[in-house]
């Protein structure tokens, strides 16, 4: 890829916290104009990845380049073309949706009534414009999220940092603030989203870095990810209950793998790792008697692929030893 392209090139930077190494030799590549996943279970090093990238840490070894300028030497150049948006939201609960982007839009230098149309445009754009008068102290949980995203876009970012940005949502506010992301991506910002939802990165991300215990240990797009694992999964939903004990052995025998046997007593589920053996072992049902209603074979999840590549599930709670921001 010409380098021209890439949002962030980083080649092996590390963060220590005493003798704790929290990000561990990362290179990054992200392609402008993208939305790039950046996935992994909690204390995995992701936030201190993001805080060191938007100029907050500085990289004990490493280096990086964002937007084409030098992540230290060119400091504050990164700063004038990123943008932040943490896992907590940084606005004053006290002030209301248009006080606050209004204050923040000042600061950055607009007019008081460019920084007055600007507020209005961004809370008509992420619904918020009949709660503007309102406290966010009272705003939803999905609210506050949008607020806090607006307030990162006051002036539009080359470059946006999302630090689970839906942690906490219930799915409603979630698809919303998807949306949000989507939108700003076709405006052409480039989006760095850390996430702890692997279906959140399998509906935004147009690749995806898996970071564990500060290392990346895979990357590629979700279908890339899925494949690399080199399974797929047979789901079968039988028409009679009683010959689910006889097909679960003869699944087991032709895909020569463990059988799951669902909470549907219909259903079974196998890994399989040789997807030829899947009609061998649809045929043995038939010769047997045995009827399948219906059947799918499918890649795996983004879940499956995470358990696959570090052994446990990216929803674990982990002791995190490395700075939240």
Do not use: C
Not at 83 to 108: H, K, P
Not at 209 to 223: C, L, P, R, W
Not at 288 to 300: E, H, M, N, R
């Amino acid at each position: 890829m010409d380098k021209k392209e890439l949002a962030i090139e980083a080649t092996g930077l590390v963060k220590r916290f005493g003798q704790h190494r929290a990000v561990d030799g990362v290179d990054l590549a992200v392609p402008a104009g993208t939305v790039y996943g950046f996935l992994g279970p909690n204390g995995a090093g992701k936030t201190t990845t993001i805080r060191m990238l938007a100029t907050l840490l500085k990289p004990d070894e490493g280096s990086a380049k964002i937007l084409g300028h030098d992540l230290v030497d060119e400091a504050e150049a990164v700063r004038m073309r990123v943008s932040l948006t943490g896992q907590f939201a940084s606005i004053d609960e006290d002030l209301s949706g248009m006080e606050n982007l209004v204050f923040i839009a000042r600061l950055l230098g607009f007019s008081r009534s460019a920084a007055k149309e600007r507020a209005t445009e961004l809370l008509d754009a992420f619904g918020l414009l009949d709660a503007s008068g309102r406290q966010v102290k009272k705003y939803s949980g999905g609210m506050r999220r949008r607020i806090d995203i607006a307030a990162s876009i006051v002036v539009t970012p080359d470059l946006l940092f999302l630090d689970e940005p839906t942690t906490g949502l219930d799915p409603r506010s979630r698809n919303q603030v998807w949306d949000i992301v989507r939108a700003l991506v076709s405006s052409g910002t480039t989006v760095l989203l850390t996430t702890q939802y692997l279906e959140e990165a399998d509906q935004l991300a147009d690749r995806i870095a898996v970071i564990d215990q500060g290392k990346i240990i895979a990357e590629g797009t979700s279908g890339e990810l899925k494949a690399s694992v080199g399974t797929g999964a047979l789901h079968v939903r039988l028409v009679e209950e009683d010959k689910r004990e006889k097909a679960e052995k003869i699944l087991a025998n032709i895909l020569e793998t463990n059988i799951h046997l669902e909470s549907d007593q219909l259903s079974l589920t196998a890994r399989v790792t040789n997807t030829d053996l899947v009609v061998d072992a649809l045929n043995e049902l038939r010769k047997a008697g045995i009827k399948v209603s219906d059947f799918s074979l499918g890649q795996p999840s983004l879940d499956e692929v995470f358990l696959t590549l570090t052994g446990r599930p990216t929803e674990e709670e982990e002791t995190s030893k490395e700075v939240q921001s």
